[in-house]
């Protein structure tokens, strides 16, 4: 079993930046697919990136050239730098992982077995 913890929500001004974490317990996830989704309220949850255990990254249109996700495979941490943000962006954002979910589905919220609580992010205008 996968535990993962996110922290680094919070409140900002559009414009600001953030910096998510995603801790992993229970099993080392460097061989893992980890993304980051996120829920706003009376929506679904949207894919936002994702990063293999190679290194290779996706993102959803969205946030492309504003976030940033990265790993540290020493930590077993995910990242998701979050900059030039939008009152759009506000929602709660999860991290998910997977051993084998990429290609074409990494964006499906059904590709990934293991999932945090999640972090509020609220983006001010």
């Known amino acids: 079993q996968v535990q993962l913890r996110e922290s680094g929500g919070g409140l900002v001004q559009a414009g600001g930046s953030l910096r998510l974490s995603c801790a992993a317990s229970?099993?080392?996830?460097?061989?893992?697919?980890m993304g980051w989704f996120r829920q706003a309220p009376g929506k679904e949850r949207e894919f936002v990136a994702a990063i293999r255990w190679s290194g290779s990254t996706a993102y959803a249109d969205s946030v492309k050239g504003r976030f940033t996700i990265s790993r540290d495979n020493a930590k077993n941490t995910v990242y998701l730098q979050m900059n030039s943000l939008k009152p759009e962006d506000t929602a709660l954002y999860y991290c998910a992982a997977d051993p084998t979910a990429w290609g074409p589905r990494v964006s499906m919220p059904t590709e990934y077995d293991y999932w945090g609580q999640g972090t509020q992010v609220t983006v001010s205008s």
């Open positions: 229970g099993r080392t996830v460097s061989s893992y697919a």
